[in-house]
């Protein structure tokens, strides 16, 4: 198993481009959530999902949207890049049914500059 | 979302045991409560998750109070790999979609 994976690792935009960050999982897991995480901060939710065709909010959504067309994919778009977006964003699974035990699983993250 | 308080920074020498204390004034009585680990460039990875009492496993070991308003991640002669940052975080499992990182402790292992 891959476990989850991110592409691209790194990606340098200019101010106003646009991008999509991909997340894939194979672990079969219904949740999947994006967060990006600021120097010395901890972790940010920006959206998850909690089944295939499911989006939602988290905490700092603004300037981002999400699909989760399949189930082992959920896809980040930035539309307007902007120099507020630089950061390193994080992808993670998780799977409901394993009940109490609530393990996010991590992917090796994708570090993005916008100039 | 039960919100969580950590201290932001610890030193530690080589070969000793770290305790890392967590509080949750509000925790729910359904909430878990879960410890990462995340290395520098790198995606948080799971630790500990326990309830009550004490947990263990082959990383670390986890007590839980009886009030269950704070817990303690328990790191045994820790090396110099150990250094990272460690999250708390408290949620309610399955019926819990989201779960609220902190900013952790960032623990510093000295030689």
Same mark, same amino acid.
């Given at each position: 198993?891959?476990?989850?994976?991110?592409?691209?690792?790194?990606?340098?935009?200019?101010?106003?481009?646009? /991008?999509?960050?991909?997340?894939?999982?194979? /672990?079969?897991?219904?949740?999947?959530?994006?967060?990006?995480?600021?120097?010395? /901060?901890?972790?940010? *939710?920006?959206?998850?999902?909690?089944?295939?065709?499911?989006?939602?909010?988290?905490?700092?959504?603004?300037?981002?949207?999400?699909?989760?067309?399949?189930?082992?994919?959920?896809?980040?778009?930035?539309?307007?890049?902007?120099?507020?977006?630089?950061?390193?964003?994080?992808?993670?699974?998780?799977?409901?049914?394993?009940?109490?035990?609530?393990?996010?699983?991590?992917?090796?993250?994708?570090?993005?500059?916008? *100039? | 979302?039960?919100?969580?308080?950590?201290?932001?920074?610890?030193?530690?020498?080589?070969?000793?045991?770290? $305790?890392?204390?967590?509080s949750h004034n509000n925790i729910?009585t $359904?909430d878990?409560i879960?410890?990462? &680990? &995340?290395?520098?460039? &790198?995606?948080?990875?799971?630790?500990?998750?326990?309830?009550k009492t004490? !947990?263990? $496993?082959? !990383?670390?070991?986890?007590f839980i109070p009886a009030d269950r308003k704070s817990s303690?991640?328990?790191?045994?002669?820790?090396?110099?790999?150990?250094?990272? !940052?460690?999250?708390?975080?408290?949620?309610?499992?399955?019926?819990?979609?989201?779960?609220?990182?902190?900013?952790?402790?960032?623990?510093?292992?000295?030689?």
């Amino acid at each position: 198993n891959a476990g989850v994976t991110q592409t691209p690792k790194f990606r340098v935009l200019k101010t106003g481009q646009s /991008m999509t960050l991909l997340c894939a999982q194979d /672990m079969n897991h219904e949740y999947m959530y994006w967060y990006r995480q600021d120097p010395g /901060m901890g972790l940010r *939710l920006i959206h998850y999902s909690v089944g295939e065709g499911t989006t939602a909010k988290g905490e700092v959504p603004d300037g981002y949207n999400v699909s989760r067309l399949k189930k082992q994919n959920f896809l980040l778009g930035l539309e307007s890049a902007a120099p507020s977006q630089t950061s390193v964003y994080f992808c993670a699974s998780r799977d409901p049914g394993q009940g109490a035990q609530d393990t996010q699983y991590f992917g090796p993250g994708t570090r993005l500059t916008v *100039l | 979302l039960a919100k969580t308080t950590q201290p932001i920074s610890m030193d530690s020498y080589e070969g000793q045991e770290v $305790n890392i204390t967590c509080s949750h004034n509000n925790i729910a009585t $359904n909430d878990y409560i879960t410890w990462y &680990q &995340q290395f520098p460039s &790198q995606g948080p990875r799971f630790i500990i998750q326990g309830y009550k009492t004490k !947990v263990t $496993n082959e !990383v670390a070991s986890l007590f839980i109070p009886a009030d269950r308003k704070s817990s303690t991640l328990s790191l045994p002669r820790v090396s110099l790999s150990d250094t990272a !940052v460690y999250y708390c975080l408290v949620a309610s499992g399955a019926g819990s979609y989201q779960l609220t990182f902190g900013k952790g402790t960032k623990l510093s292992v000295i030689p």
